[in-house]
């Protein structure tokens, strides 16, 4: 915790949260700009470690990038926020162009809209009853809540809980893709989704279909062959849906790893990209278009700063950045910089690098910045993201959303 952090608003919101009330993510954020206000126009060098840094040139790079090869197709972007978790960085995208923003968790939604995000899709479903009465109030205050749902009973309870509210909630249909959520293409997404819209509380909007198996397939004629061949019962029922009178003005799905892709799906609307943002290892080695080695259609724009803090063996650095700064997903980070080194974060407070070769020699105090595995979990670890530009702090964004998992 920098010295400058307000400790009093931080212990009063540390006792609110131990005596079992909701911190609100303003009283959140307010604390945290406080004391992180003096980070501005700090060098990216002087941070303490393990901090969360944003090269801003880069994530206005990938802001840009990211609607190039849509132009025209009358496909838009619907970025997915459980990305970066940043009411700041949604209104980033809603100014690229994006046509709303996806939430994974109600959570999620709750602090998106409540912040300023006025058009915010869950792409995950409420079944519990606390879940669907949060997700009708939430409506009731924000006409851009859309809810999904992948089964009658849930319909129906939707269906009611609309009623008791008092309000009539936007929902879409989610067809299952991978037999991870969703409900079957054909006649039982088709029977779904005229249950919706005969329901005098809920409004059909459309559907989604996320093929999350496709979006790390290396090798880009590879990806999109098993693309479009995955979604052929889901077109089928999409032309279904539509011969039988019902509203497709939603058709929202794919990610990342397919976003070049996704406008030769009929009647497509808009694409769920996420990681694009930042960029992680993951989405790095799986190639592109242009390079079949490396996916570098987006820069790498978000890193971790960690510190070497033990040198005392051959060929072995030991850091600050254990899976509490980086996750344990895998490949292993990769250390800007120096090629040869592997970098394991498998400890909880340690980070491990083991090389044959280096590029300098490293001493303990010594910095080093690493691309992260996966980004999307490595953020929900931390509190803020530094905004880097020319190796200083420009800005400092509070992660709103940080443990919204509910």
């Known amino acids: ?119 915010v899709l869950m792409t995950g479903v409420n079944v519990t009853v606390p879940k669907i009465r949060r997700a ?48 079957p293409a054909g006649q039982p997404a ?11 509380n809920l409004r059909f909007r459309g559907i989604l279909a996320y093929d999350g198996g496709v979006q790390h397939v290396k090798g880009f004629e590879a990806r999109k062959t098993r693309c479009l061949n995955t979604f052929e019962p889901v077109v089928a029922t999409y032309h279904l849906m539509h011969q039988a009178g019902l509203n497709m003005e939603i058709f929202s799905g794919g990610g990342t790893g397919t976003y070049d892709m996704m406008h030769e799906i009929p009647g497509f609307t808009d ?60 490949p292993n980070g990769w250390v800007i910089g120096e090629p040869d080194f592997v970098y394991n974060a498998g400890s909880d407070e340690y980070g491990t690098i083991t090389f044959t070769e280096a590029n300098r020699n490293y001493r303990v105090g010594d910095p080093l910045e690493v691309i992260v595995p996966h980004c999307d979990p490595a953020v929900n670890l931390y509190d803020v993201i530094y905004g880097i530009r020319n190796d200083k702090v420009e800005r400092v964004l509070p992660v709103l959303a940080r443990g919204k998992s509910v």
């Open 1 to 119: 915790m920098p010295s400058s952090f307000n400790r009093r608003r931080f212990l009063q919101a540390a006792a609110l949260s131990g005596a079992g009330l909701w911190v609100t993510p303003q009283l959140r954020a307010s604390s945290i700009s406080d004391g992180l206000h003096a980070e501005i126009g700090k060098s990216k060098w002087e941070l303490d470690t393990p901090a969360l840094c944003l090269d801003l040139d880069k994530l206005e790079h990938n802001l840009k990038a990211a609607s190039i090869p849509l132009q025209g197709s009358g496909v838009g972007l619907r970025p997915h926020v459980k990305t970066h978790k940043c009411p700041e960085l949604a209104q980033m995208q809603l100014d690229h162009g994006a046509v709303g923003v996806c939430a994974a968790k109600l959570s999620e939604s709750e602090v998106m809209l409540e912040n300023g995000i006025a058009s």
């Open 136 to 183: 009708m109030e939430l409506r009731k205050k924000h006409a851009g809540f859309i809810q999904a749902v992948d089964n009658p009973q849930n319909a129906r309870d939707l269906q009611e809980a609309a009623r008791v509210a008092g309000i009539v909630a936007d929902v879409v249909v989610d067809i299952d893709v991978i037999r991870r959520s969703g409900v």
């Open 190 to 200: 088709l029977q779904l989704a005229q249950l919706v819209d005969k329901s005098p």
């Open 271 to 330: 694409v769920q990209v996420g990681s694009y943002l930042f960029m992680d290892c993951q989405y790095l080695e799986i190639g592109g278009a242009k390079n079949a080695e490396r996916f570098d259609d987006f820069e790498a724009a978000l890193t971790v700063l960690t510190t070497v803090i033990n040198t005392n063996h051959s060929g072995r650095l030991i850091t600050d950045g254990g899976s509490k700064a980086f996750t344990l997903n895998k």
